[in-house]
């Protein structure tokens, strides 16, 4: 009986962190379900829907949310790929500069936002620098909603430059797990330290890279303070339009349809990444 | 220049350019939050500080709700590392501990919660803490906080007890500890470092969250929901020492949990 | 502590079960009070597992054991009246040596002055009073290892387990442990099951030997009874070093006949005739010269004392210890005579002895 009393115990220390996750996860879901398709009256109605893919910025939130996807993904994951290159070559120091790297970890979209705000403003340091090396005569309006092309840009420095430290984490992660033999080996047989990279160490870093991408696009899909911070709501993205049908709007029924998108959204991405988990296991017991 | 000497060149001149890539925001709005603020629209600006005031500043904490805010933020991320560690800590423990079925289909619970938006469902968690009469409530806030840290807080925890022998849990036992007292004797003093890092872990992604508690708090604010609501309407000046005040902790924060930084997104 | 001071231990039948496999297969075993009992065997065949069961860390399938007259089979560690030696030492790396020595005390709530007195006692047993104030970091794996011995001595628990104690020292320390230990066994006399796989510690410690092999016990018996007399092919194979040489054939009219070889023979079991057998002979228990058995030397390795020998009979290589100035030289043919008396009978088949 004492060993039956054994084989109860992880479910017992399980059942309170799984309970809770169901609570606050999979009944408010259902529940964003429910909002998104009942009618002010009561009734099942497609109506939210219909006014959010009407609304004016709805389509340009789509436009938004992808474009930064789009731009800002791969130079995370190039920024981060160096980072993680050079620490992994375990140079005198390292430990330090790893700490320096992480320490957007913990600064919130919000700041970044803002740190970057001090930089991209109308009179901030960029105009400063650009102006004092004799570039330019009179500041350049970057965050104006006439120039999207600056805002973007502000935009996607701040963003790559705050969450570049979480993937640089999931790729120092995947580097540690590749045996120091292969670089060794790489030396042996001649490879230079830049053909070593591309030969022996990416295609070994493949499932690591696999992961920062597919984690990064579930992320970017909730992008919202740092775009507030640094361009107010001169640009529309999907997490944004939701936050200002609840908040200004006073709309529950138009922000869970923007929620029950954004969960779509979130979890065919999971879906996906959970398949390159699967493949990767695969790939570690072969 | 010999091979050698390029090769460290390049790995210590590109390491430091990034580490500037990396300092220079903070940098910037440091010497922008403790500039006077009727300076903060001198142009060009210069990169060394050549005034230095604590105006700024203060004119940020003597903000109407400011202070309340930071106070509601340090009580929202306490509640959240209580909440946090009492559930995730036994679950860590059954993660390090035993082989059971369905451990893998936990695992995989633990990895997609890590990565879902559970900030979008305030939304309608708003409208049931509302009929709950927990709406604009900082226990709500901490609620949704702590669905949100506790996949962390699990994997972190886990790595933790793993690194605490089983044997000498075991010990223990055998010397005359229940296996509660010998979690509490042994692995609990030996896992506190560790634990006190998936805390202070708890604590930044609280202190940093912005959209839950924007979502779920009308008054009783936190200090992102703060600066996001004025962002509108407040002055440069406002928001430069806002952010500095926002992304001071972190310097501290990632220094104290260092060794433990592998746990958090290493992709297991 | 209330435990009576002198127990035996009983194992009846005790099974365990894991995920796929099973760990112990219906084990029974009675452990004399006061006994040094070793479980001996290749890793993974379950010592280990028996002994954590009748520590309680593990709880058996089917079966029972009982400590004293107590079944214990349900009773958690605390309450069965045992103390273990782990082979990590399971030191406590937040406690000083004195307290970690006086923790099972603690446990016990026993009065301050008898914690210190007996930690004193338990240090001074073990060498250990100059180090109480030291942490397991500032101490030697011999040191750790001491302190970790003492810390189950002081419980003063009728019986003691300990898991492989020795493995984690180096050659030299170890044969001072192992010295150590059997005296200590004979000042205190507790009832202790020892875990080795290693056949000389068994050997050289043991009041009695169970040898195991995939969750069963081949053999139980005093160390020279089971070097002289083992029951299976896998307990000669097991014990010794060299291990038994085994030579496969069989017996047809007095002669024994194999691959390559066949020689006349005068002991035989009955009614073996025709049946595979195998011929379990010690390298001590043959000699070169030229008389008995044809063989060819393959290899000769001095060893400082006397000379290992192997011998080729048929195809069958044979390990023979021969005296350091023996004149053998690799691929001289040569004859082995040995004493019928000490070889053993097997079955082929089996690997059981006849």
């Given amino acids: 009986m004492r060993a039956r009393a054994e084989r109860f115990l992880p479910f017992a220390l399980l059942l309170p962190a799984v309970a809770f996750l169901a609570l606050l996860i999979v009944i408010p879901m259902i529940q964003a379900l429910i909002l998104a398709v009942i009618a002010e009256g009561g009734g099942f109605t497609l109506e939210h829907f219909e006014r959010m893919a009407g609304d004016v910025n709805f389509s340009d939130a789509w436009r938004n949310t992808l474009l930064l996807l789009i731009l800002i993904v791969p130079l995370q994951i190039v920024l981060a790929l160096v980072m993680a290159l050079l620490i992994n070559s375990r140079f005198r120091g390292h430990g330090f500069f790893l700490y320096v790297y992480a320490i957007p970890l913990a600064i919130s979209d919000l700041a970044a936002g803002i740190l970057w705000l001090a930089v991209f403003t109308e009179r901030g340091y960029l105009n400063s620098s650009l102006q004092g090396a004799g570039l330019i005569q009179q500041p350049i309006l970057f965050l104006s909603f006439e120039n999207l092309p600056g805002i973007l840009t502000a935009i996607v420095v701040a963003e790559s430059w705050r969450a570049t430290a979480i993937v640089l984490l999931i790729l120092i992660a995947g580097l540690q797990l590749i045996p120091r033999d292969f670089f060794e080996a790489a030396d042996v047989f001649g490879a230079g330290r830049f053909r070593r990279t591309i030969h022996v160490v990416l295609p070994l870093l493949r499932p690591s890279l696999q992961s920062a991408l597919i984690i990064r696009t579930i992320f970017a899909f909730q992008t919202f303070a740092v775009v507030f911070a640094l361009a107010g709501r001169n640009m529309p993205v999907l997490a944004g339009e939701a936050y200002v049908w609840y908040a200004a709007n006073r709309n529950e029924h138009l922000a869970a349809a923007y929620a029950v998108l954004l969960l779509g959204l979130t979890i065919v991405a999971t879906v996906v990444y959970l398949r390159v988990l699967g493949l990767r296991e695969a790939e570690v017991a072969r | 220049m010999n091979a050698r000497v390029l090769d460290r060149t390049l790995v210590y001149g590109g390491a430091i350019l990034l580490a500037v890539w990396v300092l220079i925001p903070l940098y910037l709005v440091a010497i922008s939050a403790f500039t006077p603020q009727a300076r903060l629209f001198d142009y060009p600006k210069p990169l060394v500080p050549t005034t230095f005031s604590t105006e700024t500043m203060q004119f940020f904490l003597e903000a109407r709700g400011v202070i309340p805010s930071v106070i509601n933020s340090i009580l929202v991320a306490l509640f959240t590392i209580a909440f946090g560690l009492a559930l995730g800590t036994p679950a860590g423990y059954a993660l390090a501990r035993f082989r059971f079925r369905g451990r893998q289909a936990f695992q995989v619970i633990v990895l997609a919660t890590k990565m879902f938006p559970i900030a979008i469902l305030s939304i309608p968690l708003a409208v049931t803490f509302l009929q709950l009469g927990l709406y604009d409530n900082l226990i709500a806030v901490a609620l949704v906080h702590t669905a949100m840290a506790l996949p962390f807080i699990i994997l972190v925890t886990g790595g933790v007890f793993v690194a605490v022998s089983h044997e000498l849990e075991e010990a223990a036992q055998t010397l005359g500890c229940s296996r509660w007292g010998a979690f509490l004797r042994v692995a609990l003093p030996l896992a506190l470092p560790g634990l006190a890092a998936a805390a202070i872990f708890t604590f930044v992604i609280s202190w940093n969250e912005v959209f839950a508690a924007t979502i779920l708090t009308l008054r009783t604010r936190t200090l992102p929901a703060q600066v996001l609501a004025g962002l509108g309407t407040s002055p440069l000046g406002f928001k430069f020492a806002g952010g500095l005040f926002m992304a001071m902790p972190a310097v501290a924060f990632i220094f104290l949990i260092r060794r433990y930084l592998m746990n958090l997104w290493g992709s297991r | ?354």
């Fill in chain 3, 1 to 354: 502590m209330g435990f009576a001071l002198v127990a035996g231990i009983g194992i009846e039948r005790a099974t365990k079960v894991f995920a796929r496999t099973t760990a112990i297969k219906g084990i029974s075993l009675d452990i004399k009070d006061g006994e040094f009992m070793v479980l001996l065997g290749p890793s993974g065949c379950g010592k280990t597992t028996l002994l954590r069961c009748v520590a309680g860390l593990e709880h058996l399938d089917d079966g029972r054991i009982t400590i004293g007259d107590r079944d214990v089979t349900d009773l958690a560690p605390r309450h069965r009246g045992i103390a273990m030696v782990f082979q990590s030492y399971a030191v406590f790396p937040h406690m000083t040596v004195e307290d970690n020595i006086g923790f099972g005390l603690r446990m016990h709530r026993r009065p301050k002055a008898e914690i210190t007195r007996r930690v004193a006692e338990g240090a001074e047993l073990l060498g250990l009073t100059s180090l109480l104030a030291r942490y397991p970091a500032q101490l030697s794996g011999g040191q750790r290892q001491r302190v970790a011995v003492a810390r189950a001595l002081v419980m003063d628990a009728p019986v003691l387990l300990m898991d492989e104690p020795l493995s984690n020292l180096d050659a030299l320390l170890r044969l001072q442990a192992r010295a150590d230990l059997k005296r200590l066994h004979k000042e205190v006399k507790r009832t202790t099951i020892y875990v080795t796989h290693d056949q000389v510690e068994a050997m050289s410690m043991g009041d009695r030997i169970a040898v195991m092999r995939e969750g069963s016990i081949e053999q139980v018996g005093a160390p020279m009874e089971i070097y002289d007399r083992p029951a299976s092919q896998f307990v000669g194979g097991f014990i010794g070093s060299p291990p038994m040489n085994f030579l496969r054939g069989s017996v047809r009219a007095g002669s024994f006949e194999g691959d390559g070889f066949a020689f006349p023979i005068s002991r035989v079991p009955p009614k073996v005739d025709g049946r595979g057998l195998l011929l379990g002979v010690r390298a001590e228990h043959l000699r070169i010269g030229d008389q008995g058995v044809p063989a060819r030397i393959s290899v000769v390795e001095p060893l400082g004392d006397h000379a290992l020998v192997t011998a080729l009979v048929g195809k069958t290589p044979i390990k023979v210890q021969a005296p350091i100035d023996v004149r053998a030289k690799p691929d001289d043919d040569v004859r082995l005579a040995f004493d019928e008396s000490k070889a053993r009978w097997m079955d082929a088949e089996t690997g059981a002895a006849l």
